[in-house]
């Protein structure tokens, strides 16, 4: 079965760079949600895309933007990055918001040097 | 404020025994409980989940017992197996679908 694919893997910047992360969702998924894990720590809710439009947001720094383009992938954009937001990125997919499950890609490791 | 709280933050247990991990919830508005489980520089997986209508679920060696009243749920795995050993995440739904997560705990099973 289709999973939830995130790009790149690992991606190393330096201090004050930008990084694009992207995801796509699994096929007939409309809803796409973006989580940043630091190390030994939780997952913490980013922002939410349903049916293209930003359906919630949740502690995303201003420096941080997305979006969901027509065909439901989503980015993450990631300006002036600080070594603070060396994290690991997930990106989540569902059908809906709040109706099925939410599935969770393999993530995007940044590190940020 | 962590909206959901979990325990304990690491578990060992002997291959065969069972693993029990605690959550706890605030908000009354969350409406769908999953467990996730996490291998390093996995995505979190899931596991098994519950809705607040129901007080047990069982899938496998895998059980969630909800207790709404109390607004805490468990997870239960039977018989662990060393391939169990991983980070296991409760989380609630709240509005819009976005995940709550507990903080985790990472278990190891000895064989």
């Known amino acids: 079965a289709a999973g939830v694919i995130q790009s790149p893997r690992h991606l190393i910047k330096e201090k004050r760079e930008t990084a694009t992360l992207k995801c796509y969702p699994i096929?007939?998924?409309?809803?796409v949600y973006w989580y940043q894990q630091g190390p030994g720590q939780d997952p913490q809710f980013l922002i939410s895309?349903?049916?293209?439009?930003?359906?919630d947001k949740g502690s995303i720094p201003d420096r941080f933007s997305a979006q969901q383009f027509s065909d439901y992938h989503s980015e993450l954009n990631m300006s002036s990055l600080e070594l603070g937001d060396s994290a690991l990125y997930f990106c989540a997919s569902s059908v809906g918001t709040g109706v099925t499950e939410a599935f969770f890609g393999q993530g995007t490791r940044l590190t940020v040097v | 404020q962590q909206q959901v709280k979990q325990s304990p933050q690491s578990l060992i247990v002997q291959k065969g025994g069972i693993s029990i991990i605690n959550c706890a919830y605030e908000?009354?508005?969350?409406?769908?409980f999953p467990w996730y489980q996490q291998f390093p520089g996995k995505g979190p997986a899931l596991l098994i989940a519950i809705r607040p209508d129901v007080s047990e679920k069982k899938e496998g060696r895998f059980t969630i017992s909800f207790n709404k009243s109390a607004k805490q749920f468990s997870l239960h795995i039977m018989d662990s197996q060393p391939g169990d050993s991983a980070t296991y995440f409760c989380a609630a739904r709240g509005d819009r679908g976005k995940l709550i997560f507990g903080q985790g705990t990472e278990l190891s099973v000895k064989p």
């Open positions: 908000n009354t508005a969350f409406d769908y």
């Open positions: 096929p007939r998924h409309d809803t």
């Open positions: 895309f349903y049916e293209k439009m930003q359906s």
